[in-house]
């Protein structure tokens, strides 16, 4: 194992002082940057971030209707939290629910034109602040180190859920 090779302990062993505070500054800074975009998207365009991800998906979904079991699947949520959250956009007219046709059993979301209209004026200035506040802060090799970082930490947390 080299310097640079993350060690596979086994056990109860502690992180180090050095590492807390890498951690702590990742988890403050993706917490400050996350509050930051959810207060730009909330003032330029009135959706949540919760809003945003439900129209996103919606809107790369085939007819842009989708299941709701598929809908707290894709964005990675528990079904009871999609469906109150369905409930509120709903009363906004950004979707609609309706009997799945194949299957009585399920119901389907569907974007509204009201939504498609409200997430793509969001889209933009949302994209904007991505860039301004995520990409533009950082070099081309960080930005890749970042992407990097992302993929093992969501590998690590895939394989570590595994039985």
Sequence with gaps: MTENTPQR???RQLPTAEQLRI???FIETAEALRSELTSRLQSESSLSPGDYAVLLALSEA????MRSSELAAGIGWERSRLSHHL???ERRALIRREECA???R???VVLTPTGAEAFRGATV???RAVREL???ALTPDQLAAAGEVAATLSAHLGSSRKP
């Design 23 to 25: 951690w702590r500054d």
């Design 62 to 65: 085939e007819g842009a209707r």
């Design 87 to 89: 409930g509120r956009m």
């Design 106 to 108: 399920g119901a389907e």
């Design 134 to 136: 995520f990409v533009d």
């Design 125 to 127: 200035p949302h994209l």
């Design 102 to 104: 194949a299957d009585n």
């Design 9 to 11: 302990r086994r056990g």
